[in-house]
């Protein structure tokens, strides 16, 4: 019964390539997020998506797109992947505006070489 | 801008030591504030949470945080710490305006037996 899941759970490919990370959610939820985590446990906010529209895009490289086919699904497409992109991404969902508790995925390693 | 900061980056301790971890954000209006769990390996747990009234919280396994407005602060605190408490601890402050939630830089927690 897993709530937020993520695949794939690791990630290893080369510079350059186009790579996708899919999220789903059976909450029910409204509002969905993507998280970056850096090498230094840094989170920091990338996307969100509330009933399939971005309502949120912080300052990321345009090769990191977001694309939310239904409310249940965001997914994250990366082109051209960098050294710099390695992290742990995390998807995370929310039930709408009357609720601020954000339920987390369990993360997504890649590691670019 | 919004902003968290969490004072302690790395604390270590021995069993049944009390713990304190420091958690102060910067936003005058309206604060929602989380403490977030990442045990090694593991996606993020949520600890506890303030939206308003007690500002003494109580969350899950025995953790405790309070919020003083007028010292913008949100520490978490557990009497007795134990080997399993040791991971990654995170404070996030929900930035209403943008429903996102902005973390601060993590408090990694050793317990030793």
């Known amino acids: 019964d897993t709530a937020v899941s993520q695949t794939p759970k690791y990630l290893v490919t080369q510079m350059g390539n186009d790579k996708s990370i899919k999220c789903e959610q059976n909450?029910?939820?409204?509002?969905m997020y993507w998280y970056k985590q850096d090498s230094k446990k840094f989170l920091k906010i990338m996307f969100s998506?509330?009933?399939?529209?971005?309502?949120i895009n912080e300052t990321v490289p345009n090769r990191f797109s977001p694309k939310s086919p239904d409310k249940a699904h965001l997914n994250l497409h990366i082109n051209s992947l960098e050294l710099g992109d390695s992290a742990v991404y995390f998807c995370?969902?929310?039930?709408?505006?009357?609720?601020?508790?954000?339920?987390f995925g369990p993360g997504t390693r890649l590691t670019v070489t | 801008a919004q902003s968290v900061s969490q004072h302690n980056h790395h604390v270590i301790l021995s069993e049944a030591a009390s713990l304190e971890l420091g958690c102060n954000y910067s936003?005058?209006?309206?604060?929602?504030l989380f403490w977030y769990v990442q045990y090694p390996g593991q996606h993020l747990q949520l600890l506890l949470k303030?939206?308003?009234?007690?500002?003494l919280v109580k969350g899950i396994k025995g953790f405790e945080a309070e919020f003083i407005k007028s010292k913008f602060s949100f520490n978490l605190r557990k009497p007795s710490v134990q080997w399993s408490d040791t991971a990654e601890y995170f404070c996030?402050?929900?930035?209403?305006?943008?429903?996102?939630?902005?973390f601060g830089a993590g408090t990694r927690l050793a317990v030793h037996p």
């Open positions: 995370a969902s929310r039930k709408g505006v009357s609720s601020y508790e954000q339920y």
């Open positions: 909450l029910g939820h409204d509002t």
């Open positions: 998506y509330n009933n399939k529209e971005l309502i």
């Open positions: 936003y005058g209006g309206t604060v929602n």
């Open positions: 303030y939206f308003s009234g007690d500002p």
């Open positions: 996030a402050a929900l930035h209403g305006g943008y429903n996102k939630l902005i």
